[in-house]
């Protein structure tokens, strides 16, 4: 039950950071430089299982094997997460992709890293509140 509650912290941690990124930083930066390839809507079923899967991922990969390491290595394996699944989608974008800008990979990839370093953290701080 408590990866459960685990799950949903890192899940709404994820959700709302992203939201904060997507939705306000990051968003005319894509758009001038990846427009061209941006659909007019996002398409919400999509998104909603990436989020759900990622989160099984953070949680399962990263908040248990670490929650009771030192909280460093919950820090670290959340970055390295981060950092291979979005290498995944910005490096093959780069390999496949006709334009797709470098400079886009690497914000994405950094990003990728915070966002899942935080979302593993609040995944990690609430088993801690809670009990493993």
Do not use: E
């Not at 394996?77 to 979005?86: I, N, R, S």
């Not at 935080?118 to 009990?131: M, N, P, T």
Request: charged residues 10%; aromatic residues 12%; hydrophobic residues 60%.
């Amino acid at each position: 039950m408590n990866y459960l509650l685990a799950y949903a912290a890192s899940l709404l941690a994820m959700l709302g950071l992203d939201a904060l990124w997507l939705g306000l930083i990051a968003k005319s930066l894509y758009r001038s430089q990846i427009g061209h390839l941006m659909a007019a809507q996002v398409q919400l079923l999509p998104a909603l299982a990436f989020y759900a899967v990622y989160a099984i991922g953070i949680v399962y990969l990263v908040v248990m094997p670490t929650v009771n390491a030192p909280w460093r290595a919950t820090l670290i394996a959340g970055a390295v997460f981060g950092l291979c699944a979005y290498a995944t989608y910005d490096l093959t974008n780069l390999a496949t992709l006709r334009d797709w800008p470098l400079r886009i990979s690497l914000i994405d990839m950094t990003a990728g890293m915070v966002v899942t370093t935080i979302a593993a953290s609040a995944g990690r701080a609430v088993l801690a509140w809670f009990g493993r």
